[in-house]
């Protein structure tokens, strides 16, 4: 992996230069995996410090519920509560390996946990097929029973945002 604090040293011959984008896509691509990695790796710990309490004995006093909790340790409840359902939902319930998921964008996972989570792990294994094999909104479009969104029907939020009225997805203005 590059160096961040460095330049990288770009080849100068039209013929090194594929190799060169190459090693670079392969490196930005196992960043993605390593958050979604990450994202799991915290609904892990999420999940155990929440079963039987054990975050009262982590922080010490002055820390009176969960949510305060995870106030106090700069994590959002709303985050926090997917994080640790999707581990419970992933891991714990139907015995998936970090292998089998973490090649999926977390918007995805997110998005079979709240879809699915009341189906068998036969089921949930042809959705993340389906996650790796299909762009976001045409997966979304295939768990909702939906068609996607062409986003014709957009309003300015500001100069740079557009909101579907259809879908409610933001949208830079101009793409």
């Not at 640790?84 to 090649?103: P, R, V, W």
Request: charged fraction near 30%; include cysteine; charge should be positive.
């Amino acid at each position: 992996m590059q160096d961040i604090l460095k330049q990288p040293k770009i080849p100068t011959k039209d013929k090194d230069k594929p190799v060169f984008a190459i090693n670079l896509l392969k490196d930005l691509q196992k960043f993605n995996e390593f958050r979604s990695e990450g994202w799991f790796y915290e609904g892990y710990y999420l999940y155990w410090l929440k079963k039987d309490d054990l975050w009262k004995y982590a922080h010490g006093e002055g820390v009176s519920s969960w949510n305060a909790f995870l106030s106090s340790i700069g994590i959002d409840v709303n985050t926090a509560f997917y994080k640790f359902n999707a581990y419970d939902f992933f891991i714990i319930k139907n015995g998936f390996s970090l292998k089998d998921i973490t090649n999926i964008d977390v918007k995805k996972i997110r998005s079979i946990f709240i879809h699915a989570k009341n189906q068998g792990k036969k089921e949930v294994s042809e959705l993340l097929d389906k996650a790796r094999e299909l762009s976001y909104s045409d997966f979304m479009a295939e768990i909702t029973n939906k068609e996607p969104c062409l986003h014709n029907n957009c309003e300015a939020k500001d100069e740079h945002i557009l909101i579907c009225k259809d879908c409610g997805r933001k949208l830079k203005n101009g793409s």
